[in-house]
């Protein structure tokens, strides 16, 4: 069983030993790079490539490890005892399971996201610790042990947004994806529309690339960024031309709301572009 990608993922030969040398090792892939990257949808495609359940636990910032394991919904019991409810009997009825006890519960070997961990308080990973190690944790209101069928494949997604413990990455297989560089994303542009126009798609990938590589860029326009402009630039027939002339001219793109994502970096662009006319 090895991960080799698929046919709507990119991956790269770095990307793909790492996967499957956390799934050797039986330890969770902790996945960083920049947004945009493919980070999330590469366990979607594992589960995909591998032919596994998927099952996708998005962290907020108020999410709690217990919040994986259950949760004793205590309200709903005392109004079910007060109308008289016989399952109130039972406090099985108001255990909710979480993501990870669903995990547990497979009878097949699922890819279990745990998406965005650095979303959540800075205790949150070493909360999981004995989980993530031994497999099990124990249900006091019933006084169960819930133990994994089958360990799952865990990819866990960090955007760097705070520092992870020591103890807890010591726990992981560690990857950091690296921005595309133009041959993979020429790959990834072709595996999302192998009827781009090539010519339409060079002077995109200039603009595009360009734009990453201007000085003082608050956030730089990601793979998905890209992707998203592309589609517009299809759907609104955009002359390769004119992204020819606004490469050439320094001026900016068309439809370039899909690649930069607030007026600092727009004014930059168009401070920079400025220059770079009066100069000419």
């Known amino acids: 069983m090895r991960f080799e990608g698929t046919d709507t993922y990119v991956a790269t030969d770095d990307l793909m030993m790492a996967v499957n040398a956390a799934v050797t090792l ?57 109308l008289g409810d016989e399952k109130v009997k039972d406090i099985g009825n108001y255990i909710v399971r979480g ?23 800075i205790e949150f990973p070493n909360d999981l610790l004995r989980e993530l190690d031994q497999m ?55 595996v999302h529309f192998p009827d781009l126009k090539k010519n339409l798609t060079k002077e995109a990938m200039e603009v595009f690339f360009g734009l990453r590589e201007l000085p003082g860029l608050k956030k730089k326009p990601s793979t998905s960024e890209l992707l998203d402009w592309l589609k517009l630039l299809m759907a609104e027939d955009i002359d390769p031309t004119v992204l ?28 920079v572009a400025f220059m770079a006319r009066r100069s000419s």
């Open 99 to 121: 993501k990870l006890w669903e995990a547990f519960e497979s009878t097949d070997q699922p890819v279990l996201l745990i998406d965005e961990i650095d979303k959540a308080d």
């Open 26 to 82: 039986q330890r969770p892939l902790l996945v960083k790079g920049e947004p945009g990257t493919g980070k999330t949808q590469l366990a979607r495609e594992i589960a995909r490539g591998l032919g596994r359940p998927m099952l996708d636990w998005a962290i907020k910032s108020t999410t709690k490890a217990q919040h994986g394991l259950y949760e004793y919904d205590a309200v709903s019991r005392l109004r079910d005892s007060q």
């Open 136 to 190: 099990e944790f124990y249900v006091h209101e019933t006084r169960q042990t819930v133990k994994a069928k089958n360990r799952p494949i865990i990819i866990i997604t960090s955007n760097n947004e705070k520092e992870l413990p020591d103890a807890f990455l010591r726990r992981c297989f560690f990857h950091y994806i690296r921005f595309p560089e133009k041959e993979t994303m020429q790959k990834i542009v072709d």
């Open 244 to 271: 020819r002339d606004a490469s050439t001219k320094k001026t900016l793109p068309p439809l370039y709301g899909a690649l930069l994502k607030n007026e600092a970096d727009v004014h930059l662009f168009e401070r």
